[in-house]
């Protein structure tokens, strides 16, 4: 099977195809010899949500947890990002699913709900999933604990992509420190948890080094923030 793998990576190099492996193994380090591998699935993603409502009601602690874990080794094809339910509720917010498209890299990133979900959006979130890149230049861990919280930053060019998600069942305060910057200040558009699990609250902080930023998260809920 192995093998398999790497014959059609090199078959489809030849013929200048990208490829995305699913009901697959880990990724093993293949993407430096064949860079048209664009991500692997080998995850517990989103579908499971829906399959079992055992990982239903984990997927908080999941959540948090992959980064440290499945994404360190390589691009996860989580298929993340999903607002509506199928068979079983969601117990992520709305601000949780949106951090997921920071915080899980994948060359391919696919959001994986129903248009209508999407096209439902409030402006904010829905004009940040039009943009929010899938290649990135730079990635720093900002803060975290496996299957506690992790606040993740991801650098497009000049513009910084910063997630964050709280796994747990209770609301939090996730703080984290932007003194890497070289700026003396800068802006930060945040979009978080609103009043309830599927609402959003958008604003907009003047962040000066030294200062470390605040944002407040639901029982398994997240954010998403823009510095320029």
């Known amino acids: 099977m192995i093998k398999l793998y790497l ?26 010899t064949y860079p048209n591998l664009m991500s692997v699935e080998a995850v517990y993603g989103a579908e499971w949500y829906n399959n079992s409502d055992i990982l239903t009601n ?68 829905k004009n940040f999933l039009k943009t929010v890149p899938a290649a990135w230049d730079e990635t720093r861990l900002l803060d975290g ?6 606040v993740m930053a991801r650098r497009r060019g000049t513009k910084w992509y910063i997630g964050g998600l709280n796994g747990q069942e209770d609301a939090k305060i996730l ?20 009043g309830n699990d599927k609402s959003f609250k958008t604003e907009t902080q003047v962040w000066r080094k030294g200062q470390p930023v605040k944002v407040n998260c639901l029982p398994r809920g997240g954010f998403v923030a823009v510095v320029e």
């Open 7 to 32: 014959d059609i990576l090199q078959d489809a190099a030849d013929h200048k195809l990208m490829v995305n492996f699913h009901g697959a193994t880990i990724p093993r380090g293949w993407s430096r």
């Open 175 to 194: 703080a984290f420190n932007l003194d890497f910057l070289k700026n003396k200040q800068a802006n930060i558009r945040i979009i978080q948890d609103g």
């Open 58 to 125: 984990k997927a908080g602690v999941h959540n948090t947890t992959l980064p440290f874990t499945r994404n360190v080794i390589g691009p996860m094809d989580y298929t993340p990002v999903t607002f509506s339910n199928s068979q079983h509720p969601h117990i992520t917010s709305y601000g949780h699913e949106l951090a997921l498209s920071v915080v899980f890299e994948s060359a391919l990133q696919h959001f994986a709900d129903r248009p209508e979900a999407y096209y439902a959006l409030p402006d904010a979130p």
């Open 145 to 150: 604990y496996p299957g506690k919280h992790v």
